[in-house]
């Protein structure tokens, strides 16, 4: 009888095993379409923009990897005005790195098999240089192409020649 209610108790504990299409989806990419999408975590982040009114901006959200080999944090990313915002979950709570687009040195897109990560990289608040890194399935790799090309059409000075990145 007692080890009956042991072993029922330790069972009850037990998480619940993903099927293999479940766990796949669970490291996904997801657009954030409005407010009403974004993460309760997140809610703060986007109730100081003070965009009420205006179009959301373009934000995604990546997959937290606590059960996988190579861990990683949730992650947001946001195309708002002059800025990207990256958001990364921190317990109940999450940091914030700004990176205006004037200050972004490079952005780097890796892809093994069904892996994928967007890394961007440049000067964050008082000339710190930083990067950040967000890990998703290849199968969303499309829902960062908009962000890629705004990074990517910034102006570059040359000399006395304006080029355009591309």
Avoid at 2 to 11: I, L, N, Y
Avoid at 30 to 48: A, G, H, L, Q, R
Avoid at 57 to 68: G, I
Wanted: hydrophobic share 35%.
């Amino acid at each position: 009888m007692t080890w009956g209610q042991a072993h029922t108790s330790k069972t009850a504990r037990m998480p619940k095993l993903l099927n293999p299409a479940d766990l796949t989806r669970s490291s996904w990419a997801k657009p954030i379409k409005s407010y009403t999408d974004v993460p309760d975590v997140y809610k703060e982040f986007f109730d100081s923009l003070h965009i009420e009114g205006q179009a959301f901006p373009y934000t995604v959200l990546t997959p937290s990897y606590e059960k996988f080999i190579h861990k990683t944090t949730e992650k947001l990313i946001s195309d708002f005005d002059h800025d990207i915002f990256v958001l990364e979950k921190n317990g109940n709570t999450f940091e914030t790195r700004c990176y205006p687009i004037d200050g972004i040195s490079y952005v780097e897109i890796r892809t093994a098999l069904l892996a994928s990560s967007f890394m961007i990289c440049g000067m964050i608040g008082q000339g710190k240089h930083t990067s950040s890194t967000l890990k998703f399935n290849s199968v969303t790799d499309y829902l960062f192409t908009p962000i890629l090309k705004r990074v990517r059409c910034i102006p570059v000075e040359l000399g006395n020649v304006i080029r355009v990145q591309s």
